[in-house]
């Protein structure tokens, strides 16, 4: 699986848009990218994932660069449920059967 | 969507005593299951694959005999920490492939303290 880098951690205002960047430069053409979030104390939540058109779905949206070397998660309205640690994961579809490598991911705060 | 679910949610047990743990996949089939293991304030860190009809693969540094793997049916896979120390105090997490796409369904976790 590609390498990703993300920022250790970010803020945002309740009710505004976060977005959460994801660099994998060294994606391949069959990786997908996905994004899973893992909310204090909780197992990890499936977000969404694509391969290289932008995904929207009932909890958020990703854009993926023309080039696939970097997306962004976005949270259109944030909540303070939405206060998690974000983890962008890229990988190839085929690879199902085997586990997740998760990075440090990104803390998320969003404060009243 | 699909679930997982772990069993107990939390477990404190004494030092030398024996815990096990239950992981199922309520409303599909996973012939595959993870068990990660994760310490305050690090990320998920995979401790083993458990294989229905086969032994169980652990990750390098994880000891077989100590955690113990069994995939007892297609839905049901136990971990059980034998002969527990209060450095196996940890949040236990059990995941499973999605049989319809490239996700993964992940369990609620466990969190063990062992004193």
């Known amino acids: 699986d590609a390498k990703t880098t993300q920022p250790t951690s970010m803020d945002c205002a309740e009710g505004r848009a976060a977005n959460l960047p994801c660099n994998h430069s060294?994606?391949?053409?069959?990786?997908?990218v996905y994004w899973y979030r893992q909310i204090h104390s909780q197992g990890p939540q499936y977000i969404i994932h694509?391969?290289?058109n932008n995904e929207t779905n009932e909890m958020a949206s990703l854009i993926i660069t023309e080039d696939r070397k970097s997306s962004t998660l976005i949270l259109p309205h944030a909540t303070l449920r939405d206060t998690a640690v974000y983890y962008c994961?890229?990988?190839?579809?085929?690879?199902?059967?085997?586990?997740?490598?998760f990075g440090k991911g990104t803390s998320l705060l969003v404060t009243p | 969507g699909a679930v997982v679910s772990q069993h107990p949610s939390w477990v404190i047990c004494k030092s030398g005593t024996s815990v096990k743990i239950e992981c199922r996949s309520l409303d599909f089939q996973a012939t595959t299951m993870f068990w990660y293991r994760q310490f305050p304030k690090q990320s998920l860190m995979l401790m083993a694959t458990?294989?229905?009809?086969?032994?169980?693969?652990?990750e390098q540094g994880v000891e077989k005999d100590k955690f113990l793997i069994n995939h007892a049916s297609l839905t049901l896979s136990t971990l059980t920490v034998t002969s527990a120390h209060p450095e196996d105090s940890s949040f236990y997490i059990c995941?499973?492939?999605?049989?319809?796409?490239?996700?993964?369904?992940f369990g609620p976790g466990t969190r063990l303290t062992v004193t």
């Open positions: 994961i890229v990988r190839d579809r085929g690879n199902s059967g085997y586990a997740l490598n």
């Open positions: 060294t994606i391949s053409g069959n990786e997908y």
């Open positions: 694509g391969l290289k």
């Open positions: 458990s294989n229905e009809g086969s032994k169980a693969t652990y």
């Open positions: 995941s499973a492939p999605s049989p319809w796409g490239g996700e993964q369904y």
